[in-house]
């Protein structure tokens, strides 16, 4: 590895416009500051113009950290999924009918909660949630939108029949699809992708950062391993679960709820004992994740002595207390990170193939993983992918790879091991369009 760098490295001036130099003075500027605290700054250019950015700054530790992760089952998770169900679904009628995806954008879902009587032994949903599906979507040809609507239905039971194993996906779920034909425009701005590069659906940004700290990993293993546990040995727990974890230092504080089965529990002891093993569980798996258990509540408002608690028909809060909305929840990491930089994109529900507030929430990711996963001096990393609607969507209109190092400098050779890494994993973002359809990347 080279010696670091004592300054700003940046190419042999070349003849630039008012702009363009106006945004290299700004740049340099913000280096010379930076480099008073001890951080430095890589410019590199790209056909003319400033295309990726790379920073440093000494590797520090966040004394306190807050995390949360809604479950599977919660208002807003179900819509997430069902915007994306029907991503997937309509993505493989496209492929069946045209022989490629075609443009769509359903990523505006809205859940109205129903009405319920829940009961020790088993109670009743007196009323349906509702689910309504809107966005626009390329018709199939014959059928219009009734075609589309159709595949809106479908796909929505398939996945709540699926995920929620206490939900009647056809007694306890309407489902109202909104989908209209996509916008001539963007359906040109779709068609002029064929065969070519796709072209950027609209002028976004996504970020991502790594490695995921030892409470987030927490967040989503406690989530994953109570949803799991509700398919298998634990029927009573729900799918509509919320971890909240604030930690100080090492100690972590977490504030659970699940919505407990009421057709698996016998009574106000039975329901406290199904408490007891959750926070069992979650005390368990702090220790394993290296931190200090602290407080540990589940389903804090709960009066038992009133027999006021957390009791559902259905495992989700969505049968009478909740509404939901796509894009309210969890980040594409599957997580809501107020202390790391987030989008407010809904990665869910959009085209695979041009819609870059989806596909570039997914490449940060997997960019500053890689950046941290593969170069030795790099503690943690953050990338952040800005498109220009039109654009390639493998030719962003701005990348910067904001890094922490052990003494907070750019080492001259690492700018280009992290432009190896950004360069091909932009390349093969069109090629990622399956890898959303099998639903290998995950979401949410």
């Not at 298998?232 to 089965?261: F, H, N, Q, T």
């Not at 107020?338 to 994109?345: A, D, F, G, N, Q």
């Amino acid at each position: 590895m080279a010696r670091p760098s004592t300054g700003a490295s940046r190419p042999a001036p070349k003849r630039k416009g008012a702009h363009d130099r106006a945004r290299l003075r700004l740049a340099l500027q913000s280096a010379n500051m930076d480099r008073g605290r001890g951080a430095g700054l890589a410019l590199r250019r790209a056909r003319g113009r400033l295309k990726l950015i790379v920073t440093a700054e000494p590797a520090r530790e966040s004394v306190v950290e807050v995390v949360e992760r809604k479950g599977i089952g919660h208002p807003d998770t179900i819509c997430d999924g069902l915007a994306e169900a029907l991503s997937r679904a309509l993505s493989r009628r496209y492929v069946a009918a045209f022989g490629e995806i075609q443009h769509h954008n359903v990523d505006k879902a809205l859940l109205r909660a129903g009405r319920s009587e829940p009961a020790f032994g088993g109670g009743r949903v007196t009323a349906p949630m509702d689910v309504y599906l809107a966005g626009r979507a390329t018709p199939f040809g014959e059928g219009g939108e009734e075609a589309l609507h159709e595949v809106a239905l479908k796909s929505a039971q398939d996945w709540l029949e699926q995920n929620l194993h206490a939900l009647d996906a056809r007694e306890h779920v309407r489902v109202h699809p909104l989908l209209r034909p996509t916008s001539a425009a963007l359906r040109g701005l779709f068609t002029r992708s064929s065969g070519d590069a796709p072209r950027a659906n609209d002028t976004s940004l996504g970020v991502g950062y790594a490695p995921a700290s030892h409470l987030e990993t927490l967040a989503l293993s406690l989530s994953e391993r109570l949803n799991r546990a509700s398919h298998e040995a634990r029927p009573a727990w729900g799918e509509d679960i919320k971890v909240m974890g604030a930690r100080v230092v090492d100690r972590v504080d977490l504030a659970i709820a699940c919505a407990i089965v009421d057709a698996h529990v016998r009574g106000v002891e039975d329901y406290i004992e199904q408490k007891q093993a959750i926070e069992a569980l979650a005390r368990e798996l702090t220790e394993e994740a290296g931190l200090v258990p602290g407080r540990v509540s589940v389903n804090a408002a709960d009066r038992p002595a009133e027999s006021d608690l957390y009791l559902t028909v259905t495992g989700t809060s969505a049968e009478a207390g909740d509404d939901g909305q796509a894009g309210r929840g969890n980040r594409a990491n599957g997580l809501i990170t107020p202390y790391r930089p987030m989008s407010l994109e809904a990665a869910a529900g959009k085209n695979p193939v041009s819609h870059v507030g989806k596909i570039y929430n997914v490449a940060a990711f997997e960019i500053a993983d890689a950046v941290v996963r593969t170069l030795e001096p790099v503690t943690s990393a953050r990338c952040l992918l800005v498109s220009r609607i039109g654009s390639p969507v493998a030719e962003p209109d701005l990348v910067h790879v904001a890094l922490e190092t052990i003494d907070g400098a750019v080492y001259g050779d690492l700018e280009e091991a992290i432009a190896a890494i950004v360069d091909p994993a932009l390349r093969r973002l069109p090629a990622r369009v399956r890898d959303f359809l099998d639903g290998v990347v995950a979401l949410f």
